[in-house]
């Protein structure tokens, strides 16, 4: 008794299996759970649940709003004085950067012919430049490289603006900085000042009024950090070289669910520090995590005749931004719900699982109370979408996407409007916001969930199982039910399970 009373202590006591400041925003959903089970007969059962418990997915985002979310949409400018938190981007996506020296010039008669502005993009090495934007408009190379100054800008920048790019494996200074500024007498730049391990950019203008009135506003589009897939990893059930002890084998990515697992397995910022969890491999079961991987990764088509991954993201990450929050945002890029059991993360992205077991009014426990919720709360209950995104065609601003109804869901709700407005920071495709609304308004009107208690042999339930379930008492007929809760009595060897009803049809 005493070996059990420990397990369960360890199992509950906030904080004794939790490690790393991960769970600032999933810890909420452990608290109500902790707080209904202490106030009822579960009072000390071992507790497992799906973060949002029984809600819709459409209820989770807007529940799971990060208060910061606009922070997480790059900034407006490029950032000056040495208090901001440094970033780094997970999936590609756009900086502005921070600049690191000040503005000098030099060349021509009077020395200011050119100026030179030094921009740290992230500080985790590994990305690649894709374009740079100046003034709120992309603008091409012209495939000319100076020999000072980098990669030539064309359009109306041709002859007048160049860029010098590093990724952070570079092992000596530029030269140029050195040749022109090394004997600065207030701001020298020396050979040491390598930048090794952040990317970084030297971008050169060249003296023009018509063109450049006061300091520039610049903004770089890069790939994302790499990152570990296990997929990519033989030793870890997938099939590849990548390692998780050596980041030279990973790779960029711009999966949602590849960044979510980095993050809770901790993200190394340098000096020994780590930005998110410190889940171990075991914690994170391969089959599920690749699951989810590859559902992000399922080929769709676009709209426009392209065949894309369903569900792709991308966002830039402080490093004084809680990492709870930005699993948030990326959760919400594909529908993913997330939970911790007993030690174990599990995720499920998009359509839930098909149904692992079946069910019978047979099966219920009938001594324990059982509970029916037909309807969701007022507050629950949506039948249009607004959502907002960044668009890249637009040098990433955020967008307002189409307003999605449910038409049949309006009538039914008396043509009152019960709108739902979801920002997705991390979302760079508005077809992909599209599809997020009509799933997200489609299963939001399933709102049939049940609590009720199961024998010993369905212990093995989880989270995200699904049961088809077969009742003469409700009228079913092998219809699907996710469970989302399951709370364990090990005296009295019952599970007390809640089951949300689901369609697939909704997520096709």
């Known amino acids: 008794m005493r070996l059990i009373i420990l ?50 997915a459409l209820a989770r985002a807007v529940r799971g709003r990060d208060r910061n979310a606009q922070a997480s949409i790059p900034t407006p400018y490029t950032m000056t004085g040495e208090v901001n938190a440094e970033t780094f981007l997970p999936g590609q996506y756009a900086t502005a950067g921070q600049l690191v020296y000040p503005p000098l010039t030099h ?78 007498p207030d701001y020298p730049w020396s050979s040491d000042m390598v930048g090794e391990g952040v990317c970084w950019a030297v971008v050169t203008l060249r003296a023009n009024s018509s063109l450049f009135a006061g300091q520039p506003r610049l903004r770089f589009e890069l790939t994302g950090i790499p990152m570990y897939d296990p997929r990519a990893d033989s030793t870890a059930g997938g099939v590849g070289a990548q390692r ?51 559902a992000c990764d399922v080929l769709v088509d676009d709209g426009a005749g392209n065949m894309v991954p369903t569900y792709e993201a991308g966002i830039e990450v402080r490093l004084d931004r809680r990492p709870a929050d930005v699993i948030a945002e990326l959760k919400k890029s594909c529908a993913a719900a997330l939970s911790d059991v007993g030690g174990r993360w599990l995720i499920r992205v998009g359509a839930p699982a098909l149904p692992s077991g079946v069910l019978v009014d047979d099966d219920i426990v009938v001594t324990e109370g059982r509970e029916l919720h037909p309807a969701a709360s007022l507050a629950d209950t949506h039948n249009a979408v607004a959502a907002s995104w960044v668009d890249p065609a637009s040098v990433y601003q955020p967008r307002n996407a189409t307003l999605w109804e449910n038409q049949m869901a309006l009538q039914e709700d008396g043509n009152r409007k019960l709108m739902a407005d979801v920002q997705l920071p991390a979302v760079t495709r508005e077809f992909q916001v599209t599809q997020l609304q ?62 949300r009803e689901i369609d697939y049809a909704d997520w096709q």
């Not at 030094?118 to 190379?141: K, M, N, T």
């Not at 980098?150 to 920048?157: D, S, T």
């Open 107 to 184: 060349g021509g008669t009077t020395g200011t012919e050119y100026k030179t502005f030094v921009v740290a993009l992230s500080c985790l090495a590994g990305c690649q430049l894709q374009r740079v934007a100046i003034g709120g408009e992309w603008v091409p190379f012209t495939g000319v490289v100076h020999a000072d100054y980098g990669q030539e800008l064309g359009g109306k920048y041709a002859g007048y603006a160049w860029v010098k790019y590093y990724d952070g494996s570079q092992t000596v200074a530029d030269p140029m900085l050195v040749a022109k500024y090394g004997a600065h």
């Open 244 to 294: 998780w002890n050596d980041k030279s084998t990973w790779a960029s990515t711009r999966n949602p669910a590849v960044m979510i697992y980095n993050i809770l397995r901790g993200i190394d910022i340098g000096l020994g520090d780590i930005w998110g969890g410190q889940a171990q491999e075991e914690e994170l079961p391969y089959a599920t995590w690749a699951a989810a991987m590859d």
């Open 438 to 499: 009509k799933a997200w308004l489609a299963d939001d009107r399933r709102w049939r969930t049940h609590t009720l208690a199961l024998p010993p042999r369905m212990v093995a339930l989880e989270p995200f199982d699904v049961l088809s379930w077969t009742s003469a008492r409700n009228g079913y007929t092998a219809r699907p039910f996710e469970v989302a809760s399951v709370l364990d009595d090990p005296l009295r060897m019952v599970q007390r399970v809640t089951l």
């Open 7 to 56: 397990i369960l202590w360890l199992l509950l006591v906030p904080g004794v299996a939790v490690a790393a400041p991960i769970l600032g925003a999933i810890g909420a959903a452990w608290t109500a759970v902790t707080t209904f089970a202490a106030s009822s007969f579960w009072a000390g059962v071992f507790v497992r649940t799906a973060a949002g418990f029984a809600l819709s």
